[in-house]
């Protein structure tokens, strides 16, 4: 296996019929960079910067925040990166803030809602990732956008932001805005959305809690936490075919993209970038390579024809070892 994954390094690889589909790594720290390049990665999905600010009294400085994510910048050498702001509450607590104790956290106070009520978070977050900017192409990525006046807020704030630095005369370089997908409303946002942003990222992880209305740590509730089930593949497919009519871009970035079964469903879906935790890159470039992307439209109509996760399975599971 490793003569065979080696060549497919750091170079992008494409179906059989010649689709191209990157794919990306999922880090939380600038110190992985290097790591996840070695490991294959055509460029960074996703950079969660929460652990930035975890486990600390304050939140980090501008001057801190922009080393580090000039550093990530750096060591992509103009490859693709995309950066998430600051996506704390629900199940990811922040100790230097004083938040309410909440009854629903998942359904509450997180991310984005929070960004008008912590300003100054939110803005010093802001200049660090656009200065960076300057070392190379930036995407700002914005979790839990659930309606079209917070995007409409963001890309406000970003554009006042950059024009404020540009005042300062500090430079800006290339920067696009986009969210995540990941709260089922905006499915049905994303055409309005095209006017403000340049992208979208499905996070199929909170889509999934948010879609099946099913906590995604709670066990009582897991077998129903259940990325393969047909509605939730109907739901994946229909926001990439609307994104692409919208002209955004699509990526994927929950753990479903590292899913080899999933794979050709993806494919099928037309989603040509998928993040993912660095070590499964190799495994899913190798595996990307075997298929077909007329096959895989096909078989994502016959999954969401299923009438269950299960059945998903077995049919993914048949088109796998038909094809081997
Ligand atoms: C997701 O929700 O799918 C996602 C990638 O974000 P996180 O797991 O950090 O919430
Ligand atoms: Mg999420």
């Known amino acids: 296996i490793a003569a065979r994954s080696a060549p497919l390094r750091g170079q992008q690889v494409a179906t059989r019929d010649g689709t191209r589909v990157s794919v990306l790594a999922n880090i939380a720290l600038a110190v992985e ?9 055509d460029g960074f999905g996703l950079f969660r910067t929460e652990m930035l600010f975890c486990e600390r009294r304050e939140a980090p400085g501008e001057e801190e925040q922009y080393q580090a994510y000039s ?3 750096r060591s992509a050498a103009g490859k693709k990166i995309t950066i998430r702001t600051l996506d704390i509450g629900g199940d990811k607590p922040c100790e230097f803030l004083d938040l309410p104790k909440e009854e629903n956290p998942f359904l509450g106070y997180r991310a984005v809602r929070m960004y008008p009520q912590f300003q100054e978070i939110f803005t010093t977050q802001a200049r660090a990732l656009l200065r960076a900017s300057v070392v190379g192409p930036i995407n700002i990525m914005v979790p839990m956008v659930a309606t079209l006046q917070e995007i409409q807020w963001l890309h406000g704030q ?7 630095l540009q005042q300062e005369g500090i430079a800006v370089g290339e920067w696009h805005l986009g969210i995540m997908v990941e709260v089922p409303s905006t499915l049905y946002l994303l055409e309005k959305a095209a006017n403000y942003l340049d992208f979208v990222s499905i ?4 889509l999934a809690q948010y879609f099946l209305a099913c906590d ?17 593949l109907a739901l994946m497919r ?3 075919h609307r994104a692409q009519a919208a002209g955004l871009k699509i990526s994927l970035c929950g753990e479903m993209a590292a899913d080899k079964q999933m794979l050709p469903l993806l494919v099928g879906m037309g989603l040509t970038q998928l993040s993912m935790a660095a070590g499964m890159i190799t495994a899913c470039k190798d595996a990307l390579t075997t298929l077909n992307t007329a096959h895989c439209q096909a078989l994502l109509e016959s999954a969401i024809a299923c009438e269950s996760g299960e059945q ?7 088109f796998l070892r038909a094809q081997s």
């Not at 995604?216 to 939730?232: C, D, E, Q, S």
């Not at 998903?312 to 048949?318: P, T």
């Open 312 to 318: 998903v399975l077995e049919l993914v599971e048949q």
């Open 158 to 164: 970003f554009h006042h932001i950059a024009q404020t």
């Open 216 to 232: 995604r740590g709670n066990p009582y509730v897991r077998h129903l936490y259940n990325y393969r089930n047909p509605t939730f």
């Open 238 to 240: 229909d926001i990439t």
């Open 33 to 41: 960079a290097q790591g996840a390049f070695a490991q294959g990665a």
């Open 71 to 73: 550093e990530v910048l």
């Open 203 to 206: 996070g199929s992880n909170d």
